[in-house]
């Protein structure tokens, strides 16, 4: 059966995949790390049926500029384009990511605990980033001021997760990046915020699940 490589968002670490590994015992699982709060692996072994790719907001942009022949990809509060821009009303102001950045420096885990927070994840605990993994935040930011991807490469079926009260990645941002996927379909929840693969865990496992069966 085709494997899964699981890629979080910006902020988070593979412990937000929590209960995803398991749900699919059929498959190889293999849980990607951006290296926030640990080493960074961003490596696929060799797998002859070819890997489906599942990732959390930056972590789908980043699946899909990844050199793999997916077979598949989804996303869950993924987009194409964060920043809002000339002519472009929607997205996150790049000063704000300026902002994060710099404090970055002063108080990471306070950065770290907000952002969660607009997330839709109340009390949860954080982790202080190493400098590694401080610098890997700073630069990821960098990367999310000028994502825009016009023309992905990758014509792989895809599934797109979002939720209408996002916070971070407002809807209009997966609608534009729905028209930019010729191959992806989208489905709408009323309700999950940014973090989709905890607050909605069992929803999106059962359309993950569909749509993989219908790959396989």
């Given amino acids: 059966m085709k494997g899964l490589?699981?890629?979080?968002?910006?902020g988070f670490g593979p412990q937000a995949w929590s209960g995803?590994?398991?749900a699919f015992p059929e498959r190889p699982v293999v849980?990607?790390?951006?290296?926030?709060f640990g080493p960074r692996m961003l490596d696929l072994p060799a797998h002859a049926e070819g890997w489906v790719g599942i990732g959390h907001s930056l972590g789908f942009a980043q699946l899909l500029g990844m050199d793999e022949p997916w077979r598949g990809?989804?996303?869950l509060g993924a987009f194409l384009r964060f920043c809002s821009g000339p002519g472009q009303a929607q997205g996150a102001a790049p000063e704000t990511l300026d902002a994060m950045t710099a404090r970055l420096d002063v108080d990471p885990q306070d950065v770290?605990?907000?952002?969660?927070?607009?997330?839709?994840?109340?009390?949860q605990r954080v982790e202080a980033p190493g400098p590694e993994g401080l610098q890997r935040l700073k630069d990821d930011l960098d990367i999310l001021r000028g994502l825009n991807v016009a023309t992905p490469r990758c014509t792989a079926p895809m599934l797109l997760l979002h939720a209408?009260?996002?916070r971070i990645a407002p809807q209009p941002l997966a609608q534009e990046a729905l028209e930019r996927l010729a191959s992806a379909r989208?489905?709408?929840?009323?309700?999950?915020?940014h973090?989709?693969?905890q607050t909605r865990t069992g929803d999106c496992l059962a359309l993950c699940r569909e749509f993989l069966h219908a790959l396989d």
């Fill in 20 to 22: 995803w590994a398991e």
């Fill in 195 to 197: 973090a989709l693969p």
């Fill in 112 to 123: 770290l605990t907000r952002f969660l927070r607009r997330c839709g994840l109340k009390g």
């Fill in 164 to 166: 209408q009260d996002d």
């Fill in 186 to 193: 989208l489905q709408v929840f009323p309700s999950g915020g």
């Fill in 73 to 75: 990809l989804i996303g």
């Fill in 31 to 36: 849980l990607l790390d951006a290296g926030y």
């Fill in 5 to 10: 490589a699981l890629l979080h968002g910006w």
